[in-house]
């Protein structure tokens, strides 16, 4: 399976009032008082400006039906805009504001292999050590080293850890036990396949290292001092204030998915966060001395651990993204020009490539494209022809990962492993679908030279 990622992607907090223009200035509009008061820098003329283009690309986006979340762009210190757009929740029509709490899902893994780099600098540890030399009861894993499963090289499968809608928690000694016996993939090093039991293994590090649970680590080392008040574990059963509910589309009406308890991925993908504090965290963790030192930050760029570097429109990008049944997050760090994306939104289906693409040229003054309204139409189909589709596809990330493609009636579904979903497909012709009307993601499946259905594509 293929999948076409605008740059690296698809597979993180200061309030501006702009002179005189207070009351109309979008980066104003974020209702952060408190950072306001203490960072309060005006607006150029020309920020200004881009404050007010960023502004009207993210309405289009809202009134195409296409974002519910929170969005905020800075170029700097100088945040252009931090606003939410659609409803954290729809049944008491709750706006999202930029202090909406939504999981960040995978963007949990910069933070996980920051600790590491972290405890190697307090010389707690060496991403050169053996893992079994903090989980010894692992034979299977004698050879791969702290850095195999902070860049995914380790071989030990993403699969087999428990099931994201089981609702007990899950012990960290315990969670690590149920994959450790695992066969791997291949041997260390020898090859690349995304695991989450491996971040989920690294939390297991973090915490017979530190002496800290993994949890308590991150507070007091990084979310205490930057003052991240709102970010930490998540928990399907904890309430908390400004929590976005999640959102998908089935039958052309929005539906809620099953609440997950997604604090047994620990360091995979375990963190709720709000844009304001992923920015102080983006800000804090691109100075080097900060967070961490140079070294640290460079090996971190460099080799990818918990983050993705590469080139997008031509200028360096350094993120991650996330998802998890009902919501995604989205960061970006630009050096050319210290521009900073973030994105955290609470509705399945919302074209995240263009965001990274769009917003940046905004910010660079490059042309873009306001977003449109989009209404596929269905073409029926017997059930027989839907037929065949049916099958088996591997995912391009992991080729452990499957995608199940099955009909009920004259319907077409796929159910996924990762991120574990059902989804709708809605044919639109030539081998193409749809999963909802008002998205231009596509699902296309190709043919070998006998017309046999063979592989699928998602764009």
Known sequence: MKFRIAGIFLVIITIIFAAGCVASSPAAESGNQDAAA??????????????????EYMTALDDAGQFSGTVLVA??????????????????????????????????KQFTAAAIMKLQEQGRLNITDPVTDYIPDAPRWKDIRIYNLMNHTSGIPSLGGYCITDSADIALPELVKRFADLPLTFEPGEGYAYSNNGYTTLSYIIEQASGLSYDDYLMENFFLPLEMTSTGPDNARDVFPNRASGYNTMDGKQ???????IHNLYGAGSLHSTTEDLFLWERAFHTPGVILTSPSLDAMTEYDYGIASGVMNNRTSIGFSGHVLGFNSGTSYLPDGDVSVMFLLNHDRTPMANLYEDLPAIVFNESYSLPQ????????????????YVGIYPSDLDETWMYTVFTEGNRLFYTSDVPYETVELFFEGNDTFFMTPESADSVIFTRDTNGTVNDMNME
């Open 38 to 55: 203490s960072m309060t820098v005006p607006l150029s003329q020309a920020d200004e400006a881009t404050s007010k283009n960023l502004d």
């Open 75 to 108: 170029r700097g210190d100088t945040i252009l805009l931090s606003k939410g757009y659609g409803m954290a929740n729809n049944e008491f029509s709750v706006p999202n504001t930029p202090q909406t709490v939504f999981p960040i899902a995978s963007n949990t």
């Open 255 to 261: 539906i809620h998915y099953d609440l997950l308890n």
């Open 373 to 388: 309204k989009i209404d596929q139409k269905v073409v029926s189909l017997t059930a027989e022809e839907l037929g065949e």
